[in-house]
């Protein structure tokens, strides 16, 4: 019976979590746009491609602290907090 309550309170508590988006806008330095980069949440498999505008939106995510990864063909590989 035990097992049954943890499960059912797992369920309910993370269907009342709220999750958090990432946003940003990827350029390059003469101030383009990084069309095509992907950004990658550091340590995951968690990744979205820029669009045409330069930007970009992670959803879904746990509130906290991400270290994102951006790469692109064109540019070096840059990590940022």
Same mark, same amino acid.
């Given at each position: 019976?035990?097992?049954?309550?943890?499960?059912?309170?797992?369920?309910?508590?993370?269907?009342?979590?709220?999750?958090?988006?990432?946003?940003?806008?990827?350029? !390059? $330095?003469?101030?383009?746009? &990084?069309? #095509?980069?992907? %950004? @990658?949440?550091?340590?995951?498999?968690?990744?979205?491609?820029?669009?045409?505008?330069?930007? !970009? $939106?992670?959803?879904?995510? &746990?509130? #906290?602290?991400? %270290? @994102?990864?951006?790469?692109?063909?064109?540019?070096?590989?840059?990590?940022?907090?």
């Amino acid at each position: 019976m035990r097992f049954l309550l943890f499960v059912f309170l797992f369920v309910f508590f993370q269907g009342w979590s709220q999750n958090g988006n990432i946003t940003g806008k990827v350029t !390059f $330095e003469n101030a383009e746009s &990084a069309f #095509g980069a992907s %950004v @990658l949440i550091s340590g995951t498999q968690n990744f979205v491609i820029v669009d045409n505008d330069g930007q !970009f $939106e992670i959803k879904g995510l &746990a509130y #906290g602290n991400y %270290v @994102l990864e951006i790469s692109s063909i064109e540019a070096k590989t840059k990590t940022v907090n």
